[in-house]
């Protein structure tokens, strides 16, 4: 069939640049500013400036922070359904203007215009109902929750609108005001969506706009008055903001790149897989971060796939993004553009470009290739344009290891008529999205984002909402809590104590063969405890790495451990309250007794935390759940030598994670007496690991670590800063204190706050009908 032009006009997006003279100055408290350093936004269809836009400074960023900062008390202080009437402003304004919006984002993006106005404007104003909502419902249904301030937005330029509702949203939903910054190549929508926003009647300095290159990005990131980044774009910029905001107590959510896994089994229907396969590389130019790139198709039916996949391929119309019937439209750029012919070139395997007419300008073919290896660099390193690899595979087992076998962790696909094969495949695959039977899913009410080095963090839905909110009140300052010191004469009484460390199950040696005294503050020798290394702290992960099986483990047998570790624990509560004692000179029953209650707060919690079903608006189910992070590193209160050492293991443990225990480094006696306990309560050997030793020395290695998924420290040692640094190796999930106390007795120190902490979401979408 052949299809005559359809080209959308532009006189009315002409006609809104041609009212700002071309020419835009920044967003700042209600106001565009005057324009200054211009620098040009050029159609990427057509090589030819659609206006000049105002390179920010540190002086601008300074000035949008400032009126965001000013009117965020006031913002906070609305009654929630007073936001909510200013977010459903914003959604209906978004409906009305539709085809505006998505012109202009086609214009200044290059993607086909019924991709912005099919796809994106619904998603945008749906995601600022849904948030309308939340900001109705979040006072009573999140009580003791506070925004957390002033937050700044850093989106990328494959979906410019979308990615801004995604950020501004949930932060004024939440009571934030917000600070974004556009992308370069693409900021056009986001100054209409200001210019939006007043009608709107949303407050001065809530909403704030500031354009420019990565240095004003650089420069939003590290600015002091910011309380939270919330940052979409590559696994190297995240990596750098993980850097710079490290130690500054700055709230941190990273929606990264991706290579996701499209899997097609044997008994798929294979003619919808290849329309399925289209929408997941070729939308959008496959300048996507959840783009289906990797296609792994069993090897029984894979040559039939590849066949048909050549022939809908070779159907794909290329062109003017503004012509309705054009399904792939331009690269965003010439730089993108020769980024994607180097990769291609430099790749080995079977190379098929599309055979369909490849317009003038910043055009590439939709490209397969197969014959690649499972190391080739295209097989493991994200290209963001329209190319497709390809593998095959024999058994499910496979797949799923190919499908894992990256750093990534974002989305992946599932093809199956078998619907038990599907539900078994899904929560073994790492990735934050999984789709069955279809791709590029997305809605408010359902949670996206990645694990591993696809980021942190989830954007849509409650969970998302949890990312700009904090608990209310203040902190005070967590003190050093300092070891007793040896006294001039040590009393010693009993026969010789040397705690070791516990690691796989077993009681070790320290690798260096160090120990150290633990004294009573009468100067009586308690015992040695080991002094742990880099080495230890290996093997400890290496531990925890094999017993990652527990996850497998039904919720009531990790309940059931739970209470038998309580129990053994009870038996034994005096001797533990007398060692606390020994150690600390104050009273240790009321500690024990909170560490045995808080152990059957867990236990019944285990098969209590529940996922949710997600009202989406398809034929089918979005399953939101709770999977476990998988290795954690605990550096545990100082102060609360069992209870704090509990309360960090018992909700790991209960979601399904291994851990590695740092405990208490002044008091780590208790934690040696635990590991009693656990031998003899039928825990799995490596599911909890104890390292004792210093929390400075050891704080590096177990943040630096990349067998490690995620790393807490309640410690009162300065090493928030340093795990944060270190976290960036690969992106590891991180709690830390921050310097900032914690009542270990109360409320606070247990419950939801520390089951999302051990948790991701996961997010399965499961269509169906015929």
């Given amino acids: 069939m052949s299809y005559g032009p359809a080209p959308e006009g532009t006189a009315e997006a002409q006609a809104w640049l041609a009212g700002h003279d071309l020419r835009f100055g920044h967003f700042i408290d209600g106001r565009f500013t005057a324009p200054e350093s211009l620098f040009d936004t050029k159609s990427p269809a057509t090589g030819k400036t659609l206006a000049q836009v105002s390179q920010g400074s540190a002086a601008s960023v300074d000035a949008a922070v400032a009126a965001a900062r000013r009117a965020q008390p006031k913002w906070a202080r609305l009654p929630g359904h007073k936001r909510a009437q200013y977010l459903y402003a914003l959604s209906r304004l978004m409906q009305k203007h539709a085809r505006l919006l998505a012109v202009l984002e086609t214009m200044d993006n290059g993607k086909p215009i019924r991709e912005s106005r099919d796809i994106d404007l619904p998603l945008v104003a749906r995601h600022f109902y849904y948030h309308a909502g939340l900001a109705q419902l979040a006072p009573a249904e999140l009580p003791g929750m506070e925004p957390l301030g002033v937050c700044g937005a850093v989106i990328p330029w494959n979906f410019p609108l979308l990615m801004l509702a995604w950020k501004v949203a949930p932060a004024l939903a939440a009571g934030n005001t917000v600070v974004l910054k556009p992308a370069e190549y693409t900021p056009l929508t986001a100054l209409l969506f200001a210019d939006l926003s007043r009608e709107a009647g949303l407050p001065r300095g809530v909403l704030n706009i500031v354009t420019g290159d990565g240095d004003t990005g650089a420069a939003l990131v590290a600015h002091p008055g910011i309380d939270k980044i919330a940052f979409t774009g590559s696994t190297a910029v995240g990596k750098a903001i993980r850097r710079a905001t490290a130690g500054t107590g700055k709230a941190l959510t990273l929606e990264l790149g991706g290579k996701s896994p499209y899997i097609v089994f044997d008994d798929a229907d294979l003619d919808s897989a290849v329309e399925g396969l289209v929408d997941a590389i070729w939308f959008n130019g496959g300048q996507v971060c959840c783009a289906g790139s990797r296609l792994l198709v069993q090897e029984g039916v894979a040559e039939r796939f590849h066949a048909k996949l050549k022939r809908r391929m070779d159907g794909l119309r290329i062109g003017d993004p503004l012509d309705k019937c054009i399904d792939v439209g331009a690269v965003v750029d010439p730089v993108q553009l020769a980024t994607i012919t180097r990769l291609v070139d430099a790749s080995e395997g079977d190379k098929y470009t599309a055979d369909t007419p490849l317009p003038e300008g910043c055009f590439y073919p939709p490209t397969l290739i197969t014959g690649l290896s499972a190391a080739s660099p295209l097989m493991q390193e994200e290209i963001?344009?329209?190319?497709?690899?390809?593998?095959?595979?024999?058994?499910?087992?496979?797949?799923?290891?190919?499908?894992?076998?990256?750093?990534?962790?974002?989305?992946?696909?599932?093809?199956?008529?078998?619907?038990?094969?599907?539900?078994?495949?899904?929560?073994?695959?790492?990735?934050?999205?999984?789709?069955?039977?279809?791709?590029?899913?997305?809605?408010?009410?359902?949670?996206?984002?990645?694990?591993?080095?696809?980021?942190?963090?989830?954007?849509?839905?409650?969970?998302?909402?949890?990312?700009?909110?904090?608990?209310?009140?203040?902190?005070?300052?967590?003190k050093p809590v300092a070891a007793m010191p040896a006294p001039k004469t040590a009393t010693v009484e009993g026969l010789d104590r040397t705690a070791k460390l516990f690691i796989g199950g077993k009681q070790a040696r320290p690798d260096g063969g160090y120990s150290r005294a633990v004294y009573s503050p009468r100067g009586a020798l308690l015992g040695q405890t080991g002094i742990g290394s880099r080495k230890d702290i290996r093997n400890a992960v290496e531990a925890a790495q094999a017993a990652k099986g527990w996850a497998r483990a039904t919720a009531h047998t990790r309940a059931q451990i739970l209470f038998y570790i309580a129990e053994n624990l009870s038996a034994r509560a005096d001797e533990f309250a007398a060692r606390i004692k020994a150690q600390t000179g104050s009273s240790g029953t009321n500690e024990v007794e909170a560490a045995i209650a808080r152990l059957f707060t867990y236990?019944?919690?285990?098969?209590?935390?529940?996922?949710?079903?997600?009202?989406?608006?398809?034929?089918?189910?979005?399953?939101?759940m709770n999977e476990p992070c998988g290795v954690i590193g605990a550096l545990c209160p100082d102060e609360a030598p069992l209870l704090g050492l509990v309360s960090v293991m018992a909700p790991a443990i209960a979601m399904g994670n291994t851990c590695v225990l740092v405990p208490s480094e002044p008091f780590p006696l208790s934690a040696t007496d635990f590991y009693q306990v656990l031998e003899t309560s039928d825990l799995p050997a490596g599911v909890v690991n104890i390292v004792t030793g210093p929390h400075a020395d050891l704080a590096k290695p177990l943040a630096g670590h990349m067998d490690i998924d995620a790393v807490w420290s309640f410690s009162s040692a300065d090493v928030s800063t340093i795990i944060e640094t270190e976290s960036a190796t690969n992106l590891k999930r991180t709690w830390v204190n921050h310097g900032r106390a914690r009542d270990w007795m109360a409320a606070e120190a247990e419950g939801r706050s520390f089951l999302r902490q051990a948790t991701a979401v996961k997010t399965v979408w499961v269509p169906y009908g015929e």
């Fill in 603 to 624: 236990a019944a919690w285990a098969d209590k935390f529940d996922g949710a079903v997600k009202s989406v608006p398809i034929r089918g189910v979005a399953l939101a």
């Fill in 384 to 478: 963001f344009g329209p190319v497709l690899v390809s593998m095959t595979f024999r058994t499910p087992a496979e797949a799923v290891e190919l499908a894992n076998n990256t750093r990534y962790g974002l989305a992946a696909t599932v093809w199956t008529e078998n619907v038990n094969l599907a539900l078994d495949i899904a929560p073994k695959l790492r990735a934050g999205v999984v789709w069955v039977n279809g791709t590029n899913m997305f809605d408010a009410a359902a949670g996206f984002g990645g694990v591993r080095e696809s980021g942190f963090g989830r954007e849509g839905g409650w969970e998302g909402l949890h990312a700009y909110l904090r608990p209310k009140g203040k902190t005070a300052a967590l």
